[in-house]
């Protein structure tokens, strides 16, 4: 191969290059703007190119978790277990620490994952329900009664895997003065929206479990749906021996059924051009993988040409 031989394939590497170089580039800034398009429409709060919405739609701004450390909760509220016997609250404290989540059973959305969460960080845990603390989920709903409660207990002391232990588990169900009064001892702000279908009750909430002391005193609040088993067992331990925890940071997972007129389906859109992003990423790192694999393959083959050439 000749000089020119040599000068166009090195053209057409400086342009195969020039391409790469735009590409890393264009990865570079589709990577810097995703966090920012994730946080467009995180929890369906703002309607894509409207700047009117942008910020927390008015029942948002009701839906908070207030972290009321050492709070006594009300141990005299009636509630029902999951066999529809009549219990109180107080029932399950005196001796274990408790671990508390407010849910409501027939939530499609958050509600699932939370439980989900705190079961597998509770398979780490090296601590046995029933036996080290209590599980006591309670539903927000006043028209959820022990027939749910029953299914969603089994399901979870299944998912669990140990069977053993569903006496440390405890789905209760209760009139509303009782839930209302259990909410605002933890700080569980939610609001019960119109169903679309009339029948379903739902609830806007936030997302958490709390760690209660075996007198029934707040201790440590966590937030979201995936829970540390280290911070988990460290909390329950504290608690153990009467210990109320620090404040954590308030970062909030919401969980709400989208009207029309709030633009319902804006969680699904970010995630949707958020996987986009994510396989935009990969096409082009595999692009530009493949293209230094060929530039370097082609440049040691220009360089062996001459070689050989200059020997014939």
């Known amino acids: 191969m000749g000089r020119a031989g040599v000068g166009m394939g090195l053209e057409r590497i400086s342009c195969r290059s020039t391409i790469v170089g735009f590409a890393l580039a264009a990865m570079l800034l589709l990577a810097a703007a995703t966090p920012g398009l994730a946080q467009v429409s995180s929890y369906g709060d703002k309607s894509m190119g409207d700047p009117a919405q942008d910020h927390l739609p008015d029942i948002l701004n009701r839906v908070k978790i207030t972290q009321r450390l050492g709070q006594q909760l009300p141990l005299d509220a009636p509630f029902r277990d999951a066999t529809g016997k009549a219990v109180k609250l107080g029932d399950y404290f005196g001796k274990h620490p408790v671990i508390l ?24 845990v090296n601590l046995t329900p029933g036996k080290d603390f209590e599980i006591v989920v309670v539903s927000i709903d006043p028209a959820e009664g022990p027939a749910v409660a029953l299914a969603k207990q089994a399901m979870y002391v299944k998912r669990y895997g140990r069977t053993e232990t569903a006496g440390g588990w405890h789905f209760l169900t209760g009139d509303q003065p009782a839930i209302t009064a259990l909410a605002q001892a933890v700080g569980f702000g939610y609001v019960r929206l119109p169903s679309p279908d009339g029948k379903m009750a739902q609830f806007a909430h936030a997302s958490s479990i709390e760690v209660v002391t075996p007198e029934g005193r707040m201790a440590q609040y966590y937030m979201g749906v995936e829970y540390s088993p280290k911070d988990l067992m460290l909390g329950l331990v504290e608690a153990s021996h009467h210990t109320i925890g620090t404040p954590v940071d308030n970062i909030m997972t919401y969980c709400y059924r989208y009207d029309p007129k709030l633009n319902r389906h804006s969680l699904i859109v970010a995630r949707i051009v958020q996987m986009g992003c994510l396989l935009t990423f990969l096409s082009l790192g595999s ?26």
Request: net charge positive.
């Open 101 to 124: 989540s407010l849910v409501y059973y027939q939530c499609q959305i958050l509600c699932s994952e939370d439980l989900n969460g705190l079961v597998g960080a509770l398979e780490m």
């Open 287 to 312: 692009f530009m993988v493949v293209s230094f694999r060929r530039d370097i393959k082609q440049a040691a083959e220009l360089k062996a040409g001459p070689t050989r050439t200059g020997k014939g």
